[in-house]
């Protein structure tokens, strides 16, 4: 049946079982990845730095400064600081803390 279809008449609701519901090792690999890149590229400055493309559009220093006023750009500085801590507790997870957690079997063999 075509993934459209299911849009407009969704299949009925079922309980997932734990197995189908834990964290899989790719998504925590992408999540830690990402929060670490992410919170790197914010924490670093480089997304309110006045550069080469804002004086090719005709942007002053001034204006640039308007634009970004200092409470955004430490708003940004700490979101991204918040998302590097996410990334190494999320990183971190299973193997340096939270090791007594019951090990489910796959989904896979369940079904």
């Known amino acids: 049946m075509s993934n459209i279809l299911n849009v407009f008449n969704p299949p009925p609701s079922r309980d997932l079982t ?7 090792i790719p998504c925590k690999i992408m999540s830690t990845l ?3 890149g992410f919170g790197t590229y914010l924490y670093s400055g480089k997304a309110t730095e006045y550069g080469s493309e804002e004086i ?4 002053t ?11 955004w ?15 190494l507790l999320r990183g ?16 896979k063999s369940e079904i």
């Open 18 to 24: 734990p197995a189908e519901t834990r964290d899989c």
């Open 34 to 36: 990402f929060a670490l």
């Open 56 to 59: 090719k559009k005709g942007i």
């Open 61 to 71: 220093l001034k204006e640039f400064s308007r634009r970004n006023p200092t409470w």
């Open 73 to 87: 750009k430490y708003s940004l500085k700490g979101i991204g600081g918040s998302l590097i801590f996410f990334g």
């Open 92 to 107: 971190s997870e299973g193997w340096l803390w939270n090791i007594a957690e019951k090990k489910l079997p796959d989904a």
